[in-house]
């Protein structure tokens, strides 16, 4: 009779290795040119901010430094119930660059970064828009990056990138948005592109309007608009010119809290529009295949706690016989390593599966034109995928409670 963890382990093989191979012949067909890089029309930026006192004056620092006709530049800000000092800075930046058309609002109460962005959005007169986070900066060409590539999509993503890269966790994070970059050129090439960052996103005015803006009760308000625009047939691309900076957790419990939230968003707006999950388009397939890993996640923590059980079951219940003395238990603890029972298969598919990351990660780092150092390399292979996994579990727990709080 065959053991269940050993077909799951195999099914886990098979399909990790097929998702490696199949990003990998994405890379040699990717195709995702940009267009004249004339475009320069009038654009409005909507930063919402809650208690963004910290980083806001840079955020806006960074639009004060673009590489834009300053004529044409437009910045609205949206005070979302702030407790702090975020309206003070704002105002202070309004009055060392009255120059700059920076146009601030009050909401009295806390309505959330969508409902934040949907008061703005009716005060945008222009053809274009940005949604920018009041954490972020953008690099100075990032309009012009952005621009290059809106020729007929509906929307243009940015690159995201750490801005903070100090501890371990931050510089593991920084591999993961190289690759995540670097994987969502190959998918723009494809009209697959999966998600409107909120730290740097263009939209084109009339089209967001058209969908009614941003989903209010959404938990990735960000993410599911762009289930609602591929439902009208509309297309968005990456650009790989334009570079934003983003504030990344430097602690665990806040990375796991943050990614939580990412998951949580993308099952609640499969869960709204199933349609994003139809295998017929490029877009619909990338979605399915990454429902497809949320699951197999939980599935691989359930799986492997149960494994860890019943494999060190026998010494839980001795050290408990024992009253927790483990002294006898090492003088008698032998190791025993038999070779031949090794899974030899399995251990090609693992190597398979390991060299296929190394190289997207060399790759992502050639696309960023910065090194990345192997030992961070490894923690992303190897230990990353614990808190990613940690998080899913989380949030498939909360989206099967119907708990679609953060």
Same mark, same amino acid.
């Not at 740097?200 to 009760?217: A, N, W």
């Not at 251990?347 to 693992?350: C, D, E, Q, R, V």
């Given at each position: 009779m065959l053991n269940p963890f050993v077909i799951f382990a195999w099914t886990v093989a098979v399909i990790s290795t097929y998702f490696s191979i199949y990003y990998l012949l994405l890379y040699f067909e990717s195709r995702n040119p940009p267009g004249n890089g004339r475009m320069k029309p009038p654009v409005t930026v909507l930063i919402p901010a809650h208690n963004e006192e910290e980083g806001i004056y840079r955020t806006l620092a960074s639009l004060r430094d673009m590489d834009y006709p300053s004529q044409k530049l437009h910045v609205i @800000? +949206?005070?979302?119930?702030? #407790?702090?000092?975020?309206?003070?800075?704002? =105002?202070?930046f309004i009055r060392a660059h009255p120059r700059m058309d920076v146009k601030l609002l009050v909401n009295p109460r806390n309505r959330g970064k969508a409902g934040a962005l949907n008061r703005a959005l009716k005060q945008v007169s222009t053809p274009f828009l940005v949604t920018m986070d009041a954490d972020s900066e953008a690099h100075p060409g990032a309009l012009k990056g952005l621009f290059e590539y809106a020729d007929g999509v509906a929307v243009v993503a940015p690159c995201v990138l750490p801005r903070n890269r100090?501890?371990?966790?931050?510089? +593991?994070?920084? @591999?993961?948005?190289?690759?995540?970059?670097?994987? #969502?050129?190959?998918?723009s090439g494809f009209d697959a592109q999966l998600v409107a960052p909120g730290p740097?996103?263009?939209? =084109?005015?009339? @089209?967001? /309007?058209?969908?009614?803006?941003?989903?209010?009760?959404s938990v990735a308000e960000d993410l599911e608009v762009v289930f =609602?625009? =591929? /439902?009208?047939?509309?297309?968005? /691309?990456?650009?790989?010119?334009?570079? @934003?900076?983003t504030r990344i957790p430097h602690k665990l419990r806040d990375l796991i809290k943050q990614r939580r939230r990412w998951r949580l968003g993308f099952l609640d707006a499969a869960q709204k529009h199933p349609r994003g999950l139809d295998p017929r388009s490029e877009y619909g397939r990338q979605n399915l295949m990454n429902f497809t890993y949320a699951f197999l996640l939980v599935a691989i923590v359930f799986v492997g706690i149960h494994q860890f059980y019943n494999s060190f079951e026998p010494a839980i219940h001795f050290f408990r016989y024992v009253g927790l003395d483990i002294l006898p238990y090492l003088k008698n603890l032998t190791l025993n390593l038999d070779l031949l029972r090794l899974d030899l298969q399995m251990?090609?598919?693992?190597v398979i599966v390991v060299l296929i990351t190394s190289i997207f990660i060399f790759m992502a780092s050639g696309f960023h034109d910065e090194k990345i150092k192997p030992t961070d390399a490894l923690l992303f292979i190897f230990a990353y995928g614990a808190a990613i996994a940690t998080a899913t579990v989380l949030a498939v727990y909360a989206w099967l409670k119907g708990d679609h709080t953060w």
């Open positions: @800000v +949206v005070d979302d119930g702030s #407790g702090d000092g975020t309206r003070r800075e704002v =105002r202070r100090r501890g371990w966790l931050e510089r +593991v994070q920084v @591999v993961e948005y190289f690759y995540s970059n670097y994987l #969502g050129n190959l998918l740097f996103s263009l939209f =084109r005015t009339d @089209v967001l /309007k058209e969908v009614g803006g941003f989903d209010e009760q =609602r625009l =591929r /439902k009208k047939g509309y297309s968005m /691309k990456l650009s790989p010119k334009a570079h @934003v900076y251990i090609l598919y693992t």
